[in-house]
């Protein structure tokens, strides 16, 4: 019987350390990436974002399109980017409505505060620019004006940025995917397993609850103007835009969310119509009916089943997006919905397998709870490794 040679450990030292050596490298670039990251968090948190509300869009396109880059290009510029506007330039009306609403005498006291008096100002040009050099209250403006336009144009240079990363991510996530899957990870290890599972929730987040929220603050927005137009008697529903807005982040609370702000509405309305004409009572009551029975069944029924599903548990995704903000600032409502999901499928994938009083097999390939009949849950779409196309199934 042949005995069986073994290498001195020696040779098993000189073999590990290269590998030590490199570790350390791959740690240092780890930490510098993620030292980037960090400075850039928030711009990285909204290019996940937009990458995941585009995602479906660009792949969809890609049935008629064969170019990944030309997808991509296309649903960024002529679908994400206006869409981006149109809700930047909404939330600023409604920031408008916000601050006229808390109060209207605060902008006028803020103009009389200011350094620069608007009488007795020269109208020739160059008696302007002689002030603007000497005056010393002047060239305060023009710096904080130099400000205001820097700040402008980072705020420019970030989104910029935050485009090409979420373009870079619709055009390359399949390759990334793959390699990492293939040589880091393993096929059917439980990091693959956690992240597909991640992928999914995010998906659902980002592309369901987010857009379900927006979808409720414009259709909210378009009735409470068109009542506006149309109701008799002068009655208004006051600061319109703003009010929809709050409705769309009330579609958290469960329950009695929305309805809150149907009451407030109907409680203005009431008092309106009891200082005008008493007999327009009826009014606000045809209103906060038809919310309640029409348009929330609508949003139940149809809305929010078929954007956002039954992934999670509606109260885990109100503190996300509730407290998100609170804790990060502007971008927690993309950061803490990305926390949620990334601790909830830790806590439901992960966990179970590190938990030595559960013996067996955990099968972490459960994509969601079971659906009532009648539920729809959202659209995802996997990728077929043969032909590289989306197979659209239900989740």
Do not use: C
Not at 274 to 293: D, S, Y
């Amino acid at each position: 019987m042949a005995t069986e040679r073994r290498l001195p450990d020696t040779v098993s030292v000189q073999l590990r350390r290269p590998d030590l050596g490199w570790w350390l490298v791959g740690l240092a670039l780890f930490a510098v990436l993620a030292w980037v990251g960090f400075e850039y968090l928030g711009w990285v948190v909204f290019g996940l974002f937009v990458y995941y509300v585009a995602r479906p869009i660009s792949r969809r396109l890609h049935r008629r399109i064969s170019s990944p880059t030309l997808d991509a290009g296309l649903t960024l510029t002529f679908i994400i980017v206006p869409i981006l506007l149109f809700i930047a330039a909404f939330l600023a009306v409604a920031l408008g409505q916000a601050i006229s609403l808390l109060s209207s005498d605060a902008a006028q006291a803020i103009i009389d505060r200011l350094p620069v008096q608007t009488s007795g100002l020269p109208t020739e040009p160059v008696d302007v620019i002689v002030v603007i050099l000497e005056d010393p209250a002047f060239s305060s403006v023009l710096d904080t004006f130099g400000v205001a336009v820097g700040a402008f144009t980072a705020t420019l240079f970030n989104v910029f940025l935050m485009l090409i990363f979420a373009f870079f991510l619709l055009v390359e996530d399949r390759k990334i995917s793959r390699w990492f899957e293939t040589n880091v990870f393993g096929t059917e290890s439980l990091t693959t397993s956690y992240l597909r599972a991640v992928d999914r929730g995010l998906t659902s987040v980002y592309f369901g609850y987010t857009l379900t929220i927006f979808a409720i603050i414009i259709i909210a927005a378009i009735i409470y103007m068109v009542f506006n137009f149309v109701a008799p008697g002068g009655l208004r529903i006051p600061s319109a835009l703003l009010l929809a807005v709050i409705t769309g982040v009330f579609t958290l609370i469960p329950l009695v969310g929305r309805s809150v702000v149907y009451a407030l509405i109907f409680a203005i309305l009431s008092a309106q119509a009891l200082n005008t004409n008493p007999t327009l009572l009826w009014v606000p009551i045809v209103f906060f009916v038809l919310m309640v029975l029409v348009f929330d069944n609508v949003v139940r029924t149809y809305i929010r089943p078929y954007l956002s599903g039954k992934s999670y548990h509606m109260a885990l995704v109100m503190f996300a997006y509730l407290l998100g903000p609170l804790l990060f600032g502007w971008y927690g409502i993309f950061m803490g919905p990305l926390l949620m999901v990334l601790i909830v499928e830790f806590i439901t994938k992960v966990l179970p397998r590190l938990s030595p009083a559960v013996s067996g097999e955990v099968d972490t390939t459960q994509e969601g709870p079971e659906l009532a009949p009648g539920e729809v849950d959202q659209v995802t779409f996997d990728e077929s490794p043969d032909t590289g196309r989306d197979d659209v199934r239900p989740g």
